[in-house]
């Protein structure tokens, strides 16, 4: 069975910083809670419950010229985007074929459905069964 519960989040050594409009504050909990927590103190200033069910773009600094990325989610989501696409933090390593894929479901499809070098005639995920 392959290994896969190492994530590759960020070293300790190295901090990752909000990039949420040009916040620059050192994010202690790079998890989708984490960010979740961080954007409700410094970026939501209404309570979580006027959020509910609401969209907002993405304001994360990102390419070249630190554009904000800008794609249109519900509050509720910034969170999960954050980690998976921008920082990477949910991000695990296949154990077939060393692939780095962004979150462990799409990681569990990936090694079921689409791996290249996954054993033959596999159609669950050893975790999920």
Request: some cysteine.
């Amino acid at each position: 069975m392959p290994d896969i519960s190492e994530p590759s989040g960020a070293p300790l050594h190295a901090p990752v910083v909000c990039l949420w409009d040009g916040c620059g504050i050192p994010l202690d909990d790079v998890t989708v809670g984490g960010i979740r927590r961080h954007l409700r103190a410094f970026h939501f200033h209404e309570a979580a419950e006027p959020y509910k069910g609401k969209r907002g773009a993405c304001l994360w600094a990102c390419g070249a010229g630190n554009h904000s990325c800008n794609r249109e989610l519900d509050y509720a989501s910034f969170g999960k985007h954050i980690a998976s696409v921008h920082i990477r933090s949910t991000a695990r390593r296949c154990g077939y074929c060393a692939a780095m894929i962004g979150r462990i479901d799409s990681l569990h499809r990936h090694m079921r459905e689409h791996c290249p070098k996954r054993p033959m005639g596999m159609d669950k995920c050893p975790e999920d069964q």
